[in-house]
């Protein structure tokens, strides 16, 4: 009997009646409910985000602004918030109450709720004062409603944080960005100034050193005129010394001369008394003092003469002595005055000096406030708008994909439509004999038997794949960068998994059976269909690698997104292994079966 001829009883006897026919038409469904069913309803479930109800409750006080420029006393940016994320519609935001809120919560009507608190704003602008602290948003789920929503939630309320941090972020930003620039020009007008002020030290600087020469010589002239002056001084002292002694001199004499005339009247008496004794009469005593009388009147002349010299004398000492107080004051003053510009001449030197270090220092601050201008770049309003932004949020995402799934629905088409074969062709194994009784007992050949066996069920699971490839391409509308080649590994997958099971069967019967289901519970698990099988417990992990639902996933998504081709054939030839040595197995236990029968073989099946 023929590979052909078997296939075409087996045939004929799964369409005998209405109800095999009916059953084998459910069995070939069954697959394609599954996959395209899951995949339906998973197809884009991020796009049905703005139908999940999410209670928003928005407790804000608001706060003083810090920034009085931006014309406003009071800033309330839990309200800002709320508004924005009303407009985002990124969920079905519903304002409530702190009680709605929790009532809803608790009711399921509501997947989590999200609360600002009164002091979110305060909080916010807490940075500008002496008690900064961190704002909180509160998030509250109950994952007795969805645990998915919780998990939702809370990448939502991240979202709203970092919004908030950028959008609070880039106002102190262009606050302080706003302060530099007024430093900046504060430092171009100190920079201007100390230029001015660094002319104005040098010119000084010039004067004083002048002013230094100049007082040098004064001090030198002072100096020497104090000498003369002292010299002076000494010489005065001398003659008014000499002037002393002489209107002493003269004094002497002048008082002798004036006692001399003093006495003359006296001694004319006395000659007139010593003639009166000797007997003259008084004519002849006449004629003797007049004869005297000449004489007297000369020495009064002479007197005269003598006493006004002697003033003169003692005028000429008075003034000598005058002359030489004031040739001693003139010394004193002169001393002082040396003293005096030699101080000069010393603070002059100082000054000089002190003017010089003053320019080199506003020279040097002149520079330091030219380099300060020079290291705070000019701005404008835009920049530094700009550039806060940039500030609030440094790091932007580039995003590549070298093979991209278009959504959600599509990056798991791969894992359900590899676990739909499985399931199709376990499914089959219900009703499909695995191999001939008829032919075994015949004793037809082994390879023919286990050909035969695996070819009806294959030839159907291939019929199952191609009905689940056109719902996934025209009713879901997914799309394949290589649809024959994807088409190409879902037929090969059902046609290894069949290989599979009819080893199972032919080994264990009905037993084999239940561990088909066995191992497709393990591959559900084992495949890295959802999250990365690296996630997985490590013996877990160790069956990825064996088992071929997980490299039938990966084949998938090589060739449906345009992925690494040299994967898909590494992917491929591990399923040909499988398939190759299932069917070597199996024809082993249909050859064992031909040459003994054990009583196992004589009782019926459980499942049939």
């Known amino acids: 009997m023929k590979v052909p001829s078997m296939i075409a009883a ?105 609360t600002i608190p009164a002091d979110f704003s305060s909080a ?19 994952d007795a409603n969805n645990y998915l929503a919780s998990s939702m939630g809370t990448q939502a309320v991240e979202k709203i944080r970092s919004s908030v941090a950028e959008m609070v972020g880039s106002e102190a930003a262009e606050r302080l960005l706003t302060g530099l620039s007024d430093v900046r020009d504060s430092l171009i007008t100190a920079a201007d100034g100390a230029s001015q002020l660094t002319d104005g030290a040098n010119t000084a600087a010039s004067g004083s050193s002048t002013l230094a020469d100049g007082t040098a010589q004064l001090a030198d002239g002072t100096a020497q005129l104090a000498a003369g002056a002292q010299t002076l001084a000494s010489g005065a002292q001398q003659v008014s010394a000499g002037n002393r002694q002489l209107a002493d001199v003269a004094d002497r004499a002048g008082a002798a001369v004036q006692q001399a005339a003093d006495a003359l009247p006296q001694v004319r008496t006395d000659i007139a008394n010593a003639l009166i004794d000797q007997g003259l009469t008084q004519e002849e005593i006449d004629q003797v003092l007049a004869a005297l009388d000449p004489l007297a009147t000369r020495l009064q002349d002479g007197n005269g003469k003598v006493q006004s010299a002697v003033g003169q004398v003692d005028q000429l000492a008075a003034g000598a002595a005058s002359v030489a107080s004031g040739a001693s004051e003139l010394a ?94 376990y499914a089959l194994f219900l009703i499909v004999k695995p191999i001939s009784r008829r032919a075994v007992t015949a004793l037809h050949s082994p390879i023919r038997i286990t050909l035969a066996g695996w070819l009806t069920p294959a030839m159907l699971g291939a019929v199952q794949m191609v009905g689940l490839m056109g719902i996934l391409a025209i009713t879901l509308g997914f799309t394949f960068d290589n ?35 066995v191992l497709m519970v393990l591959q559900l698990v084992t495949a890295g269909g959802t999250f990365p099988w690296q996630t997985l417990p490590a013996p877990l992990a160790a069956l990825h690698h064996v088992l071929p639902l997980g490299y039938v996933v990966d084949a998938m998504r090589q060739l449906m997104y345009g992925g690494n081709l040299a994967r898909a054939g590494w992917d491929l030839a591990v399923l040909a292994l499988w398939l190759v040595a299932a069917l070597a197995l199996a024809m082993i236990g249909v050859t064992r079966m031909t040459h003994r029968r054990t009583l196992r073989d004589l009782q019926p099946s459980l499942i049939g």
């Open 10 to 114: 087996e045939l004929r006897r799964l369409t005998a009646s209405k109800m095999g026919i009916i059953a084998l038409v459910a069995l070939i469904c069954v697959p394609i409910l599954y996959g395209g069913l899951y995949l339906w309803a998973n197809q884009d479930p991020y796009a049905k985000f703005p139908e999940v109800p999410v209670a928003l409750v928005v407790d804000d006080e608001g706060a003083p602004a810090t920034d009085q420029e931006a014309g406003a006393d009071t800033v309330n940016y839990g309200a800002d918030v709320a508004d924005n994320l009303i407009e985002g519609n990124a969920f079905d935001w519903q304002r409530m109450t702190a009680e709605e809120a929790a009532d809803a919560l608790r009711e399921g009507t509501v997947d989590f709720t999200v």
């Open 483 to 517: 649809p024959i080649g994807t088409l190409g590994v879902m037929v090969l997958a059902s046609a290894t998994f069949a290989s599979i099971i009819l080893t199972l069967n032919v080994w264990l019967g009905s037993v084999g059976q239940f561990l088909g289901l």
């Open 332 to 425: 004193t003053g002169a001393g002082t005055v040396a003293t005096g510009a030699s101080s000069a001449n010393a603070g002059a030197a100082q000054l000089r000096d002190g003017l010089s270090t003053l320019a080199a220092g506003t020279a040097e601050l002149r520079d330091g406030l030219s380099d300060g201008v020079g290291q705070i770049p000019a701005s404008t309003p835009e920049l530094r708008t700009l550039q806060a932004d940039t500030i609030a949020d440094p790091v932007k995402v580039s995003s590549d994909k070298v093979a991209s799934a278009e959504d959600y629905g599509a990056g798991l088409a791969p894992f359900f439509a590899a676990l739909s074969a499985w399931i199709g062709i």
């Open 124 to 142: 916010l602008t807490s940075a500008a004062g002496d008690s900064p602290h961190q704002a909180r948003i509160d998030l509250e789920t109950n």
